[in-house]
């Protein structure tokens, strides 16, 4: 089972930006899709972004153009790199394999924007 450590959250203004970090326990990445999800209060998980193990992406649709995703395999380590950040990407960021292995969810990183 691996285990998924997700970091960078933080308070950032509208229009602000973050770097999200998740680090794998081994390496998982090469072999899988990776995935970052979000869960704002009150709401479902939502796949945000993924990446194939050959670098193909694909973005949720209020997401394209803002987010980018990556990836750093000798890492075992995935980014989502967040600008122009808006008031409804509130929300805690958890990254996983997509589809998302249920008993590897990880503790997530909050991110909140908010002026």
């Known amino acids: 089972q691996v285990q998924f450590v997700e970091s960078g959250g933080d308070l950032v203004q509208p229009g602000g930006s973050l770097r999200l970090s998740c680090a794998a326990s081994?390496?998982?990445?090469?072999?899988?899709?990776a995935g970052w999800y979000r869960q704002a209060s009150g709401t479902q998980r939502e796949l945000v972004a993924s990446i194939t193990s050959g670098g193909k992406t694909n973005y949720a649709d209020a997401m394209t153009g803002r987010f980018t995703i990556s990836r750093d395999n000798a890492k075992n380590t995935v980014y989502l790199q967040m600008n122009s950040l808006r008031l409804e990407d509130t929300a805690k960021y958890y990254c996983?394999?997509?589809?998302?292995?249920?008993?590897?969810w990880g503790q997530g990183t909050q991110v909140t924007v908010s002026s």
């Open positions: 081994r390496n998982i990445f090469r072999f899988y899709v």
């Open positions: 996983n394999t997509h589809p998302p292995d249920p008993n590897s």
